[in-house]
């Protein structure tokens, strides 16, 4: 259980730098004035932003439904077997 959350929380921070890049990428585009890019980052951003809303949202679900399930277990004071 423990590696599937390091999994979501390491999905989490990579869909945080695409966000990153995409606002990089139209950082620079307000120099370049490019329309395509102007017409399609949004577009880009929102999709990235929806995503990345939904694996925090499933992060932090599976973070309590793991610490539920070693409290209902009694399993709290040992560590996860499949870490």
Same mark, same amino acid.
């Given at each position: 259980?423990?590696?599937?959350?390091?999994? /979501?929380?390491?999905?989490?921070?990579?869909?945080? %730098?695409? /966000?990153?890049?995409? %606002?990089?990428?139209?950082?620079?585009?307000?120099?370049?004035?490019?329309?395509?890019?102007?017409?399609?980052?949004?577009?880009?951003?929102?999709?990235?932003?929806?995503?990345?809303?939904?694996? %925090?949202?499933? %992060?932090?679900? =599976?973070?309590?439904?793991?610490?539920? =399930?070693?409290?209902?277990?009694?399993?709290?004071?040992?560590?996860?077997?499949?870490?």
């Amino acid at each position: 259980m423990d590696k599937v959350q390091r999994e /979501l929380d390491d999905l989490k921070n990579s869909q945080t %730098s695409v /966000l990153k890049k995409v %606002s990089q990428i139209a950082a620079h585009n307000i120099t370049l004035g490019v329309d395509l890019l102007d017409n399609k980052l949004p577009d880009l951003e929102e999709q990235v932003n929806v995503t990345l809303k939904v694996t %925090s949202d499933l %992060s932090d679900a =599976f973070a309590e439904y793991r610490a539920r =399930f070693f409290f209902d277990n009694n399993l709290a004071a040992t560590t996860d077997p499949t870490a």
